[in-house]
């Protein structure tokens, strides 16, 4: 993916050193001429000004005549890991004309203060729930208009993913993936580990408070998030709403998050370094990022075991389109054509069959034979969420979607000091 530091928001890159180093001989080829003969080099300097290397001043003029769509753009995209693969969007730029940069962050924190720190840098983000009031509130986003993403029609989850992108009653992100942190534990390593009084009649982990046992000491592991890793805690309290404590409540979960600190040698940073934490051996339990880890340890013969249904509750996520209103919104017809294009069922089951996220496909759309066909088998279809939202209403009930928290600030504040004392 690439990183684009300048010369983006609403404008387009500049010229290749070469172009306009031909440029300006052509112009003085062109004034020679002038000089000498009264007239002759212009359409020299405008075909040497027009070559292979400035494709999108070629096909921009005509294209976007043709097709009044927003060929010829740059679409700068902040995004996450295995969401937007880079020859996912060459075939998107090939059939529309327009290029996506495409920058990855690690955490929902670290993608509001890289918009709030430079608003129009970036075009597109993946907002996660939890987020949009922040955005909204500071005046960096522009609100959704539907009838312009068609694909839209085929989003048919079973949970209401627009609650969380909807602020003062207007639609400001469109879901793009969803999914849980659920607690994970490699068995080999947790052998002989008396664990019982964390397990339920099956034999499997399912009550956070696994986490603090000592004899997991420097052996759990958890991800840079807090906006994903801190609900887990008033969870394992047993709080009602883990997103929203009174001060008795708050103080509680200070305490036990710092408690916390022996249990953790060090704190991943994304899907990628989590996993390969967990290949290495360096943690023995987890509150995972991405439960395609799980899928990834498997293709590397490792078994990691997952349980989604916890005493407490399950943290759960969603990863929504927002257009930025200093960026994107100047731009807007090739944002849409971008957000609608990868919202085909085509589109999610080969990103779904790659990453072994959820998307957003039910289980009706993951099972069809264009969906095999775009790579999603059944195999890979069972290392994913979607076979368990078959369970409806019982499955989503127990999850626990971000939500705005009751001080973010605050929450932050705790979540730094937690890191300071890590592996003590």
Sequence with gaps: ??????????????????????????????????????????????????????????SGGEEE?????????????????????????????????????????????????????????????????????????????????????????????????EEATTVNGELYGVIYNWGTQPLAWIPEQVKGLDLSKYENSEGKLDDWNVLWDPALKGKVSLFDDPTSAEPMVPMALGFKDAYNLDEEEFEAFEKKLMELRPQIKRLTSGFDDQTAQLAAGEASVAMLNNIATQTALKEDGKVLEANNVIQGGMPSWSDNYAITKEGGANKLEAVYELINFTETPEWQARFIAKSGNSGTLNYEQATTPEAEKAGLTKEKLAGTLIPNTREGKKFFDALKFYQPVENLDRRLEVWNEFKLGLGG
Aim: some cysteine; hydrophobic content about 35%.
């Design 65 to 161: 005549a043709e097709g009044g769509g927003g060929s010829g753009e740059t679409i700068n995209l902040l995004t996450w890991e295995t969401y937007h693969e880079p020859e996912w969007l060459q075939e998107f730029e090939q059939k529309t004309g327009i290029k996506v940069n495409a920058t990855n962050v690690g955490s929902p924190a670290e993608m509001f203060s890289k918009v709030k720190a430079n608003p129009g840098q970036f075009d597109v983000i993946l907002n996660t729930a939890g987020w949009f009031p922040q955005y909204v509130e500071d005046e960096l986003l522009v609100p959704i208009e539907t009838n312009k993403i068609p694909n839209m029609k085929n989003i048919q989850l079973g949970f209401p993913w």
């Design 1 to 58: 993916m690439k990183k684009r530091d300048r010369g983006i928001g609403g404008e387009r890159s500049s010229l290749p050193l070469v172009v306009r180093i031909f440029g300006l001989l052509a112009l003085l080829i062109c004034a020679a001429a002038l000089i000498a003969a009264c007239g002759g080099g212009g359409s020299s300097t405008s075909e040497e000004s027009s070559g292979a290397e400035t494709s999108e001043e070629a």
